[in-house]
């Protein structure tokens, strides 16, 4: 083989790896520049809230990442985690025994999200509507569920059990962020390392193709919106444990727009095919660090959602600037 040769398969192959490396060279630039800059951020304690405060957006996350590489959109994660965690608490308020309560607030919780995501997936495969407007829709009616449910308010517990789960941090590290990596370890074996995982790419890639390769394209589709939709309902129980209440009008707010932008800023393609969970939880800690720093530096916090936009649109030109 010639030096020329060798020089045209060596380049993209470096280029691919730069481009997967981005968002880990981005967060640990991003951590020094905090570091140096507030004291305050460098300690343990904060890095440690940080963890847990992107924790139950960052599980959502992970589900928004294998639905956008199958080439779908889930807008109604937030609406589903609000959903998951108004019927969880309420359950958990009609048993008398504690522990038993938190079980049961637990499977309920997982189990409102997976029938959420099922609904989903049944709309977009089986109904053959475009996904950002069937998750637009059931944005919409999860929502409604969980106002008419609490009546507009926010659902209270006073269980214990339930308060504790929400606060524990085994070997000092909070509950919610362990649960987070933990799953991010469990959908980066099922991405990378099984048959479901490459026909997911392969559907968002190119859904003709698939279904030339014999690859069950709306079934596979279908899958990535169950899963979302337990990702949600598990990222609901922790949200509601840590906070041992939940509102119906600003619970999973906008976790949308975050568990789509920290996809993105994670290597994501919009146009499906091609994606990494460790570059979400790299995007997902991204995002927590910003929001972190600009509180410490005293950055208005109605402009912190202008920051979030820029960088997802950059995230974007980025992605196109590599395919080209």
Known sequence: MSIENQLETRIPRWKNMLGSARPFIALALLLIVCMV???NFRSAQNLLNITRQVACTGIAALGMTLVIIAGGIDLSVGSLLALSGVSAVMVMGRISDPAAAVVAAMLVSLGVGTLGGLLNGLIVTA??????IATLGTLS???SLALYMADAGTISSSNDYFRAAGSSAPLGIPLATLCFLALAAVFAVMLNQTAFGRHVCAVGSNPRAARY??????????GTYLLAGLAAGIAAFL????LNSISSTDAGLSYELDAIAG?????TAMSGGKGSI?????GVFILGIISNALDMWGAPVN???LVKGLIIIVAVLIQRQNND
């Open 37 to 39: 800059s507030n004291e």
């Open 127 to 132: 109904g053959k509507v475009p996904p950002f």
């Open 141 to 143: 009616i999860f929502r």
């Open 213 to 222: 390769a014999a690859i069950p394209v709306d079934r596979i589709r279908f």
């Open 239 to 242: 949200f509601s444990s840590r």
């Open 263 to 267: 996809a993105i800023i994670g290597g």
């Open 278 to 282: 460790a570059g979400t939880v790299a």
């Open 303 to 305: 402009l912190q959602g």
